[in-house]
């Protein structure tokens, strides 16, 4: 039911707490990060060090770009978020939504081609903007060609339904240019603003992507109900919302094009002028960096412990993976089951302020161990909603007191959740070599990210074969697949439900989770007593 790790958790947050943030959508992974921000930090003259120290306010148009970048960062990510939430209102399979599921994949797989942003570019354009102008370009022109097929794309009818892989190619490369983006404007962020104030490039990461994918899903999904803009909005009922996905789509890239035009003619790179000045920026071989990461990896300790981050969350994969769409399937609007995005923003922002405390000390993996347990109860507790949900279902929808069960099961989760993301990452903090931190970070990020996103793949890909259903009326027929519930239908049978499938993955999830959490559990809070010197690795002295 939690929005998308990728925007949860960009590199490695989870959805980006604020969701972020995925979230969280950010346990995400940061990409500039590749050593060359460590060099990157330097190219600050003495010269321009020597001079008065700047406010906020003297930079602040940079700080306004910078963060007016990232909020077309999050545009496309939650564009994404929203489809599949669009798609189970048309019936599609769990099958076709597994296939979605990839388009999540890129923002946790950037460690791949960062080095290669980061080593490639035009010296005379810009080392960032030779990256960012043509994926911002990109990002606008397939906005613009969505726009034009998407409602046919997504169009169901009695024989056909939406044409799942072409939706999930081009989300894919929307996912793919955003996450490139993401790499550019990172690393530009280190040099666009001075010393003084390049901390607040955080602030418009976090910031910035959290309201773009707000806009791009919950704002998204509540101005495209219908049934959500008679109720608050309209006067007198309409059939459709304000604004439909093509309306939406053709607007931000129309937005696109015209802000990356803007930005590639009237603003220069700062390092053009520390070229002349004889202050090159330094970057690290591509070669070097992927034989770093090789490594790092190599190491029986950081081995051990992306095993362990690779393998940790197939406990909580139908619970995040499969139950918000099952909440659509049961007849939750959409929009709604996306505002409750909205109350938790607080939650999400005090939360890791809060269990920080919990976490600075030398074995902040004890925290994750102890909400290990409790995540995998609110998975069974999550199955139990689906249960009941049609059962308070009445003619006029949901009962208010129905909306605040669900947000109060999606509290309790965050809660969970973000004691595993911050004790996870506090870890990584701790035992990353500080000669190569950028890159050891990345990479630990990356493998957090994929130990989320192969499973909840996967959890969407077996809910359908686990499924049993039976033709009620003619006995002699089965409805184990689209044809055949066809031909029960048109026998004049009626296709039920014997076991759903997902109420089979939350319990296998929760003994896979329970049995991880005793034999390996241990085994993971014993990588704390190791030494500093089992986590450094011997290439970067």
Known sequence: MELHESVTHKNGRQRKPVVSTDNMRNLETKSSDIDTEEEETLLWTEESHSKTHKGIGDELGKVLLLLFLYVLQGIPLGLAGSIPLIMQSKNVSYKDQAYFSFVFWPFSLKLLWAPLVDAIYFQKFGRRKSWLVPTQYLLGLFMLYLSVTVDSLLKSDGHKGPDVITLTAVFFMLAFLAATQDIAVDGWALTMLSRENVGYASTCNSVGQTAGYFLGNVLFLALESADFCNKYLRFEPQDKGIV?????????????????????????????????????????????????????????????????????????????????????????????????????????????????????????????????????????????????????RQEEGFPVYYYAVVLLSYALHQVALYSMYVATMAFHAKVSDPVIGGTYMTLLNTVTNLGGNWPSTLALWLVDPLTSKECQGMPSLTCGSPDEAGLCVKEGGTCLTALDGYYVESVVCVVIGLSWWLLMGKRLRRLQDESPQAWHCRSSK
Request: glycine letters at 4%; aromatic letters at 12%.
């Open 244 to 392: 439909t996905l093509a309306d939406f789509l053709f607007f931000w890239g129309i937005v696109f094009l015209v802000s990356t035009t803007l930005v590639a003619i009237m603003k220069k790179e700062n390092n053009q002028q520390n070229l002349k000045k004889k202050h090159r920026e330094e970057t690290q071989s591509v070669m070097e960096t992927y034989k770093q990461l090789f490594s790092i990896v190599k190491m029986p300790t950081v081995a051990t412990f992306c095993g362990l981050l690779l393998t940790a969350k197939i406990g909580f994969s139908a619970a995040d993976a499969v139950t918000g769409l099952k909440l659509v399937e049961a007849g939750v609007p959409k929009a709604q089951l996306a505002l409750l995005a909205v109350p938790m923003v607080p939650l999400q922002i005090l939360l890791p302020v809060i269990i920080s405390k919990y976490t600075a000390g030398p074995r902040p993996l004890d925290i994750f161990y102890k909400a290990f347990p409790f995540r995998l109860l609110i998975g069974l507790l999550y199955a139990l909603l689906v249960w009941w949900t049609p059962s308070v």
